[in-house]
């Protein structure tokens, strides 16, 4: 380890410690679970800002988050920081022969071809060593992370054995069949309705990160893309109004107004 990493080891384990922080001591995996995930969305954000020095703080916060988990690991007898660093390290080795081996590979889809058979093999050798028979192939995806990323990595998983539409234009229909299916639940009498519509905008969302699949794009980002462009667009909405003397002022806007708006957004894509 280098000096500063074994720092902050040293210095998560005194905040752990008898004399230490009565917050961190309270933790624990579970509750941590909530922080891991907001501190790799910071990441992201700072990313997506191109803020350089933000993104140098944000990756801190979330090396924090690993060696903070490792610390309580550790003291429940799981597992230790240098079984982390150990199980990274033989694992990058393992899935680069091409790198660290006597295979080769010279195009990035190749390489991402051998990861994916080096790691179906780990996984019939860990079933091997003690996984029930039977289980599903979708037993390690986590449940805890955002919808969209699950409904990803199941749409990846069901396609790995070939359950999966073969077409562009099967998914396209599959789409057109949800939406008029919102439709039929949005006509459903009041006490049927809720439900109803609810598990149709789950079906519709989870064609559409299917759509996203097939075209190799990731939903998460595609849409978090999608937020960054609304933001700026209606801000300049608001920034416009403002400069008129007509701040928006509640959900009561009249027919007049909204035309305006919808001109005023119209301006926001040319820019």
């Known amino acids: 380890m280098t000096a500063n990493f074994q720092r902050l080891v040293e210095i998560m384990a005194r905040l752990r410690g008898p004399d230490g922080c009565p917050w961190d001591r309270e933790q624990t ?33 979330l090396q924090l988050q690993i060696v903070f988990q490792a610390q309580i690991a550790s003291e429940d007898g799981k597992f230790t920081i240098d079984d982390v660093l150990t199980s990274i390290n033989e694992k990058l080795i393992r899935r680069h ?26 996984k019939r050798l ?5 996984t029930v028979d039977g289980e599903s192939i979708l037993r390690d995806i986590p449940r805890s992370q ?8 199941i749409g ?24 008029e299916e919102l439709q039929q639940a949005r006509a459903l009498p009041t006490a049927e309705r809720t439900g109803r519509v609810e598990e149709e905008v789950g079906d519709l969302l989870f064609m559409v990160v299917n ?37 928006m002022a509640s959900a009561d ?11 005023l957004w119209q301006q926001a894509k040319k820019h």
């Open 29 to 61: 995996l579970e509750t941590l679970r909530a922080y891991a995930v907001e501190e790799t969305y910071e990441v992201l954000d700072a990313i997506e800002k191109k803020d350089w020095d933000q993104l140098a703080e944000e990756l801190g916060d």
């Open 97 to 122: 022969p091409h790198v660290f081996g006597d295979e080769s590979a010279d195009t990035s889809g190749e390489v991402l071809h051998r990861w994916e058979q080096i790691k179906a093999e780990e």
């Open 126 to 130: 860990k079933d091997t060593n003690g």
């Open 146 to 153: 955002p919808a969209m990323l699950e409904a990803r990595q």
């Open 156 to 179: 990846k998983a069901a396609a790995k054995v070939g359950f999966d539409w073969r077409r562009f234009d099967d998914l396209i229909s599959k789409l057109e069949e949800e939406i």
């Open 211 to 247: 759509i996203a699949r097939h075209l190799k794009v990731n939903p998460e980002l595609a849409l978090r893309r999608t937020n960054a462009k609304f933001r700026e667009r209606f801000g300049y909405v608001e920034r416009r109004l403002r400069e008129q003397g007509k701040p």
């Open 253 to 263: 806007l009249k027919e007049p107004d909204l035309k305006e708006m919808e001109e």
